[in-house]
């Protein structure tokens, strides 16, 4: 099985920064791909950002420009750097790991961290 765990939430003021963390163990050879999604209260899931195994990226309308997403291979983990947050930023955001099994790929789901920006 493989493990997800988010990491780096908390409050922060408008304008302000955090750095989330997503780190995966477990039965893994590699990761092919990592995305980041958040939830706000009342609306559906949407992708925030994603990485692929080559390192190719793709980010929401919404966040381009404030976000970057990366991942460190080697340690089988991934970030979300946020800057220049507004409230509209405030979500519970997820880390979705994507691990070949077989002929194709599983994802797998972290808890969550949530993200609050407020003043």
């Known amino acids: 099985q493989v493990q997800v765990v988010e990491s780096g939430g908390g409050l922060v003021q408008p304008g302000g920064s955090l750095r989330l963390s997503c780190a995966a163990s477990?039965?893994?050879?590699?990761?092919?791909?990592v995305g980041w999604y958040r939830q706000a209260p009342g609306k559906q899931r949407e992708l925030v950002a994603r990485?692929?195994?080559?390192?190719?990226?793709n980010y929401a309308d919404s966040v381009k420009g404030r976000f970057t997403i990366s991942r460190d291979n080697a340690n089988n983990t991934a970030y979300l750097e946020m800057t220049n947050l507004i409230p509209d930023d405030t979500a519970v955001y997820y880390c979705?790991?994507?691990?070949?099994?077989?002929?194709?790929?599983?994802?797998?789901w972290g808890q969550g961290t949530q993200v609050t920006v407020s003043s």
């Open positions: 990485i692929s195994n080559g390192g190719s990226t």
């Open positions: 477990g039965s893994i050879f590699r990761i092919n791909f």
């Open positions: 979705n790991v994507g691990v070949p099994r077989g002929l194709g790929i599983a994802g797998y």
